[in-house]
T-cell receptor, first 115, second 114 residues
Framework: AQSVTQLDSQVPVFEEAPVELRCNYS??????LFWYVQYPNQGLQLLLK??????LVKGINGFEAEFNKSQTSFHLRKPSVHISDTAEYFC?????????????FGSGTRLQVQP | GAVVSQHPSRVICKSGTSVKIECRSL??????MFWYRQFPKKSLMLMAT?????????EQGVEKDKFLINHASLTLSTLTVTSAHPEDSSFYIC??????????FGPGTRLTVT
């Protein structure tokens, strides 16, 4: 079984400031890691994913995340945020077993970018 | 990229009626689709895994007789909420697997039961 913890339910930040959204996970098996963004009343859009290889992954809209196996973390970062980044962000994991590829989501972090 | 559509985007129905939600993969074939439910200001909870040509696999606590899932083709899965009640009001989101691991999500369906 897997679980995902997003410690921050809300993160207020000023425009052009850097931001980090934290994500920790637990799993008894190896996992793939994802970050999704959700705008109001819309589905989820994939920001980035970690499958293997380099632990620093870059995604769309200037976001990046770093996989830290020893700390079981996959924190999302952006060096300079925009108003348009205001949204809900979900960290998720899935097992590498092809028979169990459903995603387990964290509770989400609301990023509120202020002018 | 892969596109997943859902229809309808919003539906309002009366208590006791049934509602069907369609999930389509538009430019790829998906042997596996997932149905999630999202409560206001909450995360997504997996309801069931829909496999083309076979019965869906439901998560613990999800009533399979209430949430009927049919995956009749490689591009279409349907979720029917039978005898809907106000507590079934929610945002329902489907996703489809493209390739080995990447899920693409539909835009969601807002169900309101009055």
């Amino acid at each position: 079984a897997q679980s995902v913890t997003q410690l921050d339910s809300q993160v207020p930040v000023f425009e052009e400031a850097p931001v980090e959204l934290r994500c920790n996970y637990s799993s008894s098996v190896s996992v793939y890691l994802f970050w999704y963004v959700q705008y109001p009343n819309q589905g989820l859009q994939l920001l980035l994913k970690y499958l293997s290889g380099s632990t620093l992954v870059k995604g769309i809209n200037g976001f990046e995340a770093e996989f830290n196996k020893s700390q079981t973390s996959f924190h999302l970062r952006k060096p300079s945020v925009h108003i348009s980044d205001t949204a809900e962000y979900f960290c998720a994991v899935s097992g590498m077993d092809t028979g169990r590829r459903a995603l387990t989501f964290g509770s989400g972090t609301r990023l509120q970018v202020q002018p | 990229g892969a596109v997943v559509s859902q229809h309808p985007s919003r539906v309002i129905c009366k208590s006791g009626t049934s509602v069907k939600i369609e999930c389509r993969s538009l430019d790829f074939q998906a042997t596996t689709m997932f149905w999630y439910r999202q409560f206001p200001k909450k995360s997504l909870m997996l309801m069931a895994t829909s496999n083309e040509g076979s019965k869906a696999t439901y998560e613990q606590g999800v009533e399979k007789d209430k949430f009927l899932i049919n995956h009749a083709s490689l591009t279409l899965s349907t979720l029917t909420v039978t005898s809907a009640h106000p507590e079934d009001s929610s945002f329902y989101i489907c996703s489809a697997i493209a390739g080995a691991y990447e899920q693409y999500f539909g835009p969601g369906t807002r169900l309101t039961v009055t």
